[in-house]
């Protein structure tokens, strides 16, 4: 069974631009939770998106934004990048067995993006 | 203070020792209890889940909550180097959170052959 996949696995871009980073979840998952990660913040919740429906989002400004498909995959976009941007961005999705939010996530590789 | 706190480390220990770690969280409404292990340049994998209270074993893993402390627990025995990543706790409360998880900080794991 194929892991979550994200694309693309590393970028560079520079402040002022908007980057697309892309996620698909393991077959028959419904849920996706995207993540920011960065050595001083830690991991923090961007958003989680199910049945194409954002049903939480976490401390960020507007310029993160993120949809998801009727397949259950994700993107997410972040515009007029900042240098404090810079960041894994991690994509994980989850089962919802039965409608129960147990939070057990399965997380892909990350994209890795660096903002000069 | 974060919700959930956890000793960076790094924790060096030696092949073969038992690896101890813990986070300390302050919200009681959290139920659901998570460890997660990264290595370097990967996205984090689950290790152990644990429902409210209690004690759960799989393999060399053991996980331990006490919600009277607010005080969650790992252990590995019989550490092997391949064992050296590093180790996050993760936390959701029930109901209306989605699958939302906090995470503590993350604490570095070396295992020296």
């Known amino acids: 069974k194929a892991g979550v996949t994200q694309t693309p696995r590393y970028l560079i871009k520079t402040r002022g631009q908007q980057v697309t980073l892309s996620c698909s979840p393991i077959?028959?998952?419904?849920?996706v939770s995207w993540y920011q990660q960065t050595p001083g913040q830690g991991l923090q919740f961007l958003f989680e998106y199910f049945s194409e429906t954002q049903r939480n989002k976490g401390n960020f400004p507007g310029r993160f934004s993120g949809r998801q498909f009727s397949n259950s995959r994700s993107e997410m976009n972040v515009s007029t990048l900042e240098l404090g941007d810079s960041a894994l961005y991690l994509c994980?999705?989850?089962?919802?067995?039965?409608?129960?939010?147990?939070?057990?996530?399965?997380f892909g590789e990350g994209s890795r993006l660096t903002v000069l | 203070q974060k919700e959930v706190e956890q000793d960076p480390g790094p924790l060096s220990v030696p092949e073969g020792a038992i690896v101890s770690l813990n986070c300390t969280y302050s919200?009681?409404?959290?139920?659901?209890f998570m460890w997660y292990r990264q290595y370097s340049r990967k996205g984090p994998e689950l290790l152990m889940y644990t429902y409210s209270s209690g004690n759960k074993e799989d393999g060399r893993f053991t996980a331990q909550v006490d919600k009277s402390s607010k005080y969650i627990s790992l252990f590995i025995r019989d550490s092997q180097p391949s064992d050296s990543a590093t180790y996050l706790c993760?936390?959701?409360?029930?109901?209306?959170?989605?699958?939302?998880?906090?995470f503590g900080g993350g604490t570095r794991v070396l295992v020296k052959p």
């Open positions: 993760a936390m959701k409360a029930p109901g209306a959170a989605g699958n939302k998880l906090t």
């Open positions: 919200n009681s409404a959290f139920q659901y």
């Open positions: 994980a999705s989850s089962r919802n067995l039965a409608g129960v939010n147990t939070g057990e996530l399965f």
């Open positions: 077959s028959g998952h419904r849920s």
